[in-house]
């Protein structure tokens, strides 16, 4: 295994320092083998269920990823990312996120022994910055959005020359996603599902079931759903004109006004033959409540999703349609402040 530049192929170790090639094109991931990754770094992760919820007639698949360890699918990529790492021997990494990414990199990083420092903006919700704390992460609080969060992480990786663990940058997470796919797949008894909703802000969860699906053979038609008021996506894939407004949404995990991986999102999209659209935060917060009612407490990110196929499927929906939307995270720990 071993990374390699999207843009001049220029091939980097998976231990490199530089967490891009000199030329700025990102690292994309090359597998030469499919040996199993010993040992892997465990916290209790299971298979998460997939369960039918109906809304009126309609019938959707709920995968309940909020089920993980640390509470949202980011564990998977966790998992996958700190298992190679602590392979490799690197014993001290730098991460930013504005919560979910953070604390699941942080508690595989606490199981692996191995140091962390997370640099988080000043408006993370307070319940995922007691979640990263408590794993032991160093907590380096950053004035200003995310952007600048993972811009002061990437300056301070390459000066002190430590190990840029990101979860937007680094291959090594999307490859842990992937399992996402195989799961669905096979609660589905071996079955690539009609349409897959999912909330898209870094595009972790796009491209890693993208790459997942892609290895199986087979693409669902991917649906992205983004926040009416932050909607880059949204806008390339309609070939808006660039400057829209970015503002406020509840859904704080999707709130990324500039993601990194732009170009390989739309690529997943367009060759799923899928969709983007758009939901507004009362949207949101009414499908979380909906979802609630089902007894089932989820994060405002991914009732964005359920808002996002409600919207999809307002004039109903062909039975045979297998709808998975997956439960991004639990509501527990999303007290959202405002930017
Ligand atoms: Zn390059």
Redesign the pocket.
């Known amino acids: 295994m071993h990374f390699y530049?999207?843009?001049?192929?220029?091939e980097y170790p998976l231990n490199s320092i530089s967490y891009h090639?000199?030329?700025?094109?990102l690292f994309r991931l090359y597998k030469n083998n499919t040996d199993p990754i010993t040992p892997e770094v465990s916290i209790g992760e299971i298979e998460t269920p997939l369960i039918p919820i109906k809304f009126g007639k309609q019938e959707f698949f709920f995968k309940m990823e909020n089920l993980n360890p640390t509470g949202s699918f980011k564990a998977r990529g966790a998992k996958t990312m700190i298992s190679i790492l602590k392979n490799l021997g690197i014993k001290h990494i730098i991460e930013d996120s504005s919560g979910n990414a953070a604390s699941a990199i942080a508690a595989y990083a606490a199981a692996a022994n191995m140091k962390c420092t997370a640099y988080v903006p000043e408006n993370i919700a307070e319940g995922k910055l007691k979640q990263i704390e408590t794993f032991g992460a160093q907590i380096r609080l950053v004035i200003g959005n995310r952007d600048t969060a993972a811009k002061t992480a990437q300056k301070e990786a390459t000066k002190s020359k430590t190990y840029y663990a990101s979860h937007v940058y680094n291959p090594l997470f999307f490859e842990g996603i992937k399992s996402l796919a195989y799961e669905i797949y096979h609660q589905l008894n071996d079955h690539v599902p009609e349409y897959i909703f999912l909330p898209v802000g870094n595009g972790t969860m796009l491209l890693g079931l993208y790459y997942g699906f892609e290895e199986i053979g087979r693409l669902p038609k991917f649906i992205a759903v983004q926040s009416e008021n932050c909607c880059p996506l949204y806008n390339a894939f309609k070939k808006k004109r660039k400057g829209s407004k970015v503002g406020y949404t509840i859904a704080d995990s999707i709130r990324v006004e500039k993601p990194m991986r732009l170009k390989e999102m739309l690529m997943a999209i367009t060759r799923s033959n899928g969709e983007v659209l758009t939901v507004d935060d009362e949207e949101i917060i009414e499908a979380q409540h909906q979802v609630g009612r089902k007894g089932i407490y989820i994060e405002p990110t991914a009732a964005a999703s359920v808002a996002g196929a409600l919207k999809y499927f307002k004039k109903g929906k062909p039975d045979n349609y297998r709808v998975i939307i997956p439960i991004t995270g639990a509501g527990i720990n999303t007290s959202s402040n405002k930017d």
């Open positions: 530049c999207e843009k001049c192929k220029k090639c000199s030329c700025g094109g």
